[in-house]
């Protein structure tokens, strides 16, 4: 028995000897946006389409040209002063970056295509 009760005194001093971290000094900064992410809603890129399919495509095709070899992180659909937008977060070469695409010109429109299919399916 009294090598249990050694034991555990052990761990008793072991735990005892634990450190924490230090208390937080106040809140902590944000970590900073990419640099080239547009600033709330005044650097939307216009994407002109007849419907929500040839407009994904045309956000894709810009992208491409512009940052060959990206990958979509995330893309969220918002409103910038009641317009819809597309804000995409991608990476390219390691870095990141968001664009954020002016949808309004397709946002919610199908092609007649796809209004016949859904329209008889």
Request: charged fraction near 20%; aromatic fraction near 8%; include cysteine.
């Amino acid at each position: 028995m009294t090598k249990w009760r050694a034991a555990l005194l052990g761990f008793a001093l072991l735990a005892a000897c634990e450190t924490t971290p230090p208390p937080s000094e106040g809140p902590q900064e944000p970590l900073p946006e990419p640099a080239d992410v547009a600033s709330g809603c005044e650097a939307l890129v216009p994407i002109e389409a007849q419907d929500t399919a040839a407009g994904k495509a045309a956000e894709l095709s810009w992208l491409g040209e512009r940052y060959p070899g990206f990958v979509i992180t995330n893309q969220t659909t918002l409103r910038c002063d009641g317009v819809p937008v597309d804000r995409v977060a991608f990476t390219q070469d390691g870095q990141d970056h968001v664009v954020m695409f002016d949808t309004s010109a397709f946002f919610g429109k199908v092609g007649e295509d796809d209004l016949n299919d859904l329209l008889e399916g």
